[in-house]
């Protein structure tokens, strides 16, 4: 029996078409041009929500800046109803103990659907919890990471059997130590840590030969066989932007012609995955540029800058469907991204005629300044998890349904 019909333009084989959709238990089991049962009309361009791979919801340890309330919140009014969440908390996610505590504290605050992350040091494998969606590999400093350790062969292989993606934040610590000066503006930081850090840190990566890698937050074209993962703060913001401490991010914003050529790459397909690597800090700790913590918000704005870049024609729809909604769930072999039988029903309703300016002060983050305030942006009118429908015309009406994807998988 089915528990409720969703009728509409759905985005389905490559194609808007209209189309009743039943779902039994969240689950899509019917895909029809008429099916006879009481329908809900959804308006406007019907997709598959969205998935971020890549987030930092500081929960726990430092939920001033964010936490998973407010991060799934985020999430969802941007069309995102799965995240991953990193491992470098202030206590670091990298033994299953650590993994446990997270889990249960975040399972109680969860709008969306997460999966967590543990991070590998390099002799921890064997206390890694088998539960992680994910490794996490940390090649250079950055937040919360200051103990990059070698890695054995044996160490590599162990990470290897436990069958996960493996993630690689791709800077070379030696080469960040080396081009390390204080950083009063965002050219100086980008001098910094420059484009080969990321080089040599790409070659180390490629040399484990993990079975399913990413490399995260690339800022210009790289030779890898790997997954390749771009920010939306890469792709648009450079080096040159009056943008202050909120345009401070590991890597940095490049200058204006290399971030030209990274959105060029991105509108000819040669990343796999855009993810938001969404970063809260604190006013506090954004006042003065050289001692000002590096990140930027953006789960909430990921798929919103992106269709705004379809209505202008300057992306095709294709292009962000794989990289923000297909690619990532079937990295993870999750049952949604598609509408398709035995898939989750994860939908958003997009008006594409509703391109307005980003104000950053309406945005869900404990710390909503953003980077991108006054870009154009398109926000989802409405947002469904499971068959439940968590956002009504950008009104938030459900409360915490949002379930860890290993729990999600038993289900099925």
Known sequence: MMDIVFSGKFYYNGEFQDLDIGVSDGIITDIKKHINFKRKRLKNAVIPAGTDTHVHFRDPGETYKEDFRTGTVSAIFGGTTTVFDMPNNKIKIDNYTAYSDKLEIVRRKAYCDFGLYSMFNGNNSSIISKDSS??????????????????SINEIENVNNMNIPVFFHAEDKNCLDKNYKKARNLREYNQ?????????????????????????????????????EVAPHHLLLNDEMPLKSYGKVNPPLRDSETQKNLLGDYINNRFNIVSSDHAAHSQNEREEFEYSKSGIIGVETRIPLLLALVQKKIINFETLYNTCIYNPDKLFNLKKGEIKIGNYADFMTVDFSKMERLNDYTLHSKNPASPFNGFDVIFPQDVIIRGNTVIDNRELIEDRIGKHVNDLKKLQ
């Not at 990321?198 to 790997?226: C, L, P, Q, R």
């Open 134 to 151: 994910g490794i996490k590999i940390y090649l250079g400093d950055t937040t919360n990471v200051d103990n990059i350790n070698s890695f």
């Open 192 to 228: 910094s840590r420059p484009m080969a850090c990321e080089d040599i840190a790409v070659n180390t990566a490629n040399s484990m030969k993990f079975k399913k890698g990413v490399i995260t937050h690339m800022t210009h074209y790289m030779n890898t066989d790997y997954i390749k």
